[in-house]
């Protein structure tokens, strides 16, 4: 006797902003904590981000602080997942340092798109990139002074994010 099961979860706008509202919390909580964002910036990365997800495009984002071209505490990274059916963790968003040394730092994004983004065309590509409430210039990913741990996951329907923050060596 076999059995088969077959599991199918629909990710709709509804989710892309369940699971956004937490990133924009954790930025909420940096900007309470160190400034440098306005509530515009955060809005457009909130709309970014939704997007990124409903089309299925984002692999990696992360927001945080550079100095001299690297990243320092606080940054965090975001990780996108499809969960294939699986479930996962939908923590509270939260545990931002508050309280670290940001002395001549900018605050800085810096995103990837997954392999679902290289498979469409040029044209496609720039329709989507001209749908977003801002353009993203090229640029190299920073360094690290740190490394990333994981530590929170944010899902809803079937899709997840993996949040890592950096921790410092010292």
Do not use: C
């Amino acid at each position: 006797m076999t059995n088969t099961y077959t599991f199918e979860e629909t990710f709709t706008i509804a989710n892309a902003k369940h699971i956004a509202a937490k990133v924009v919390t954790d930025l909420k909580r940096i900007q309470r904590f160190y400034g440098h964002l306005t509530d515009e910036v955060i809005q457009a990365y909130e709309e970014e981000i939704i997007e990124l997800l409903k089309a299925g495009y984002l692999n990696v984002v992360t927001y945080g602080f550079r100095r001299n071209g690297s990243w320092i505490v606080p940054t965090l990274r975001y990780t996108a997942k499809d969960l294939a059916g699986m479930t996962s963790n939908d923590d509270d968003p939260g545990r931002v340092v508050p309280s670290a040394n940001i002395e001549g730092a900018q605050f800085y994004s810096y995103l990837t798109y997954n392999s679902k983004w290289d498979r469409l065309t040029e044209a496609q590509k720039a329709n989507f990139k001209n749908s977003l409430p801002f353009q993203r210039g090229g640029a190299t990913e920073p360094n690290s002074i740190g490394y990333f741990t994981n530590d929170k996951t944010y899902s809803s329907g079937g899709r997840a994010l993996d949040r890592s923050s950096l921790k410092s060596f010292t």
